[in-house]
């Protein structure tokens, strides 16, 4: 049922498995050039160096982690602070195709739990798996009291970054009835045009990924199957790397947001997200 972690847990298995060619080779002499004319000369070598001869095997390296030299962009949504500065989130800014506010509080639950700490705790989540991982993570923003920054200064950040990929994390204010996570995609509009195809690549694992390993449903109210192309945010009409925003639930319906709430819930989002990112990068099928 976990069938993309499995593809995840598979990929690190053989990169722990494989020792990438590291133990064949024990008896290579030293890459460094200064190391092998010592060697070759007979250059007397302080006593127990790793160099000396017949204890010239190199210890084997351990294998890369899969997304070694990967760097992941990772945008929470809003930020704590925004409630604080209506003088500052009004401000207008340029999305690409027109002016809109420069941020917005985001929506809430019920009890009060804000999107913007929901989004900060699973970028956090993210964060962690994606170091262990191996890879290099950018965020937009450290806490959940500051304020802003704008949705252009966001996919500045990660533009500027060169993320092999992106993902923008919110969660939705829709209908009180409404349920489940919707992926948002990018629409050509010039700046974009050369990541609207592996986002909407990267937007298909996003979605095969929540399906399979979060109890998540698609939205009932927005998009078709999971999925719907956006050309009215700064996020996707900006961006020069692949990115997709995710509304991971509906935070006004009683049921999202009782697992929106739940840290169990967003470790799995990670996870989940996670598992997609290496579907995308390393290759394998979705
Ligand atoms: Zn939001």
Same mark, same amino acid.
């Given at each position: 049922?976990?069938?993309?972690?499995?593809?995840?847990?598979?990929?690190?298995?053989?990169?722990?498995?494989?020792?990438?060619?590291?133990?064949?080779?024990?008896?290579?002499?030293?890459?460094?050039?200064?190391?092998?004319?010592?060697?070759?000369?007979?250059?007397?070598?302080?006593?127990? *160096?790793?160099?000396? $001869?017949?204890?010239?095997?190199?210890?084997?390296?351990?294998?890369?982690? $899969?997304?070694?030299?990967?760097?992941?962009?990772?945008?929470?949504?809003?930020?704590?602070?925004?409630? *604080?500065?209506?003088?500052?989130?009004?401000?207008?800014?340029?999305?690409?195709?027109?002016?809109?506010?420069?941020?917005?509080?985001?929506?809430?639950?019920?009890?009060?739990?804000?999107?913007?700490?929901?989004?900060?705790?699973?970028?956090?989540?993210?964060?962690?798996?994606?170091?262990?991982?191996?890879?290099?993570?950018?965020?937009?923003?450290?806490?959940?009291?500051?304020?802003?920054?704008?949705?252009?200064?966001?996919?500045?950040?990660?533009? *500027?970054?060169?993320?092999?990929?992106?993902?923008?994390?919110?969660?939705?204010?829709?209908?009180?009835?409404?349920?489940?996570?919707?992926?948002?995609?990018?629409?050509?509009?010039?700046?974009?045009?050369?990541?609207?195809?592996?986002?909407?690549?990267?937007?298909?694992?996003?979605?095969?990924?929540?399906?399979?390993?979060?109890?998540?449903?698609?939205?009932?109210?927005?998009?078709?199957?999971?999925?719907?192309?956006?050309?009215?945010?700064?996020?996707?009409?900006?961006?020069?790397?692949?990115?997709?925003?995710?509304?991971?639930?509906?935070?006004?319906?009683?049921?999202?947001?009782?697992?929106?709430?739940?840290?169990?819930?967003?470790?799995?989002?990670?996870?989940?997200?996670?598992?997609?990112?290496?579907?995308?990068?390393?290759?394998?099928?979705?």
């Amino acid at each position: 049922m976990h069938s993309k972690l499995s593809v995840a847990a598979a990929i690190l298995a053989a990169a722990l498995a494989c020792g990438c060619g590291a133990a064949t080779r024990p008896a290579d002499p030293p890459a460094d050039a200064s190391g092998t004319a010592s060697a070759a000369s007979g250059a007397v070598v302080p006593a127990g *160096s790793q160099s000396s $001869p017949g204890n010239s095997a190199p210890s084997p390296s351990p294998p890369a982690p $899969p997304l070694a030299g990967r760097v992941i962009g990772i945008d929470p949504g809003h930020n704590g602070g925004n409630f *604080s500065d209506p003088g500052y989130i009004d401000q207008l800014i340029w999305n690409g195709r027109a002016s809109e506010t420069c941020d917005t509080t985001g929506t809430e639950a019920a009890s009060g739990f804000t999107e913007a700490s929901f989004n900060f705790d699973v970028a956090t989540d993210l964060r962690a798996d994606l170091i262990a991982a191996g890879a290099t993570v950018v965020m937009t923003r450290q806490d959940n009291t500051g304020v802003g920054p704008c949705v252009t200064t966001r996919a500045q950040i990660i533009n *500027s970054a060169h993320a092999d990929v992106a993902i923008d994390i919110h969660a939705d204010g829709g209908p009180t009835w409404g349920r489940g996570f919707t992926v948002l995609e990018p629409v050509a509009d010039g700046p974009n045009d050369a990541v609207i195809s592996s986002s909407a690549q990267f937007g298909a694992d996003v979605r095969a990924a929540l399906l399979q390993d979060t109890s998540m449903p698609k939205s009932n109210y927005d998009g078709v199957d999971g999925l719907i192309s956006r050309d009215d945010l700064a996020g996707l009409n900006l961006t020069t790397v692949p990115k997709v925003i995710v509304e991971c639930g509906n935070m006004p319906n009683a049921t999202d947001a009782g697992l929106l709430v739940s840290g169990a819930f967003q470790q799995g989002l990670a996870r989940a997200f996670t598992a997609a990112i290496m579907v995308f990068l390393l290759g394998q099928p979705g």
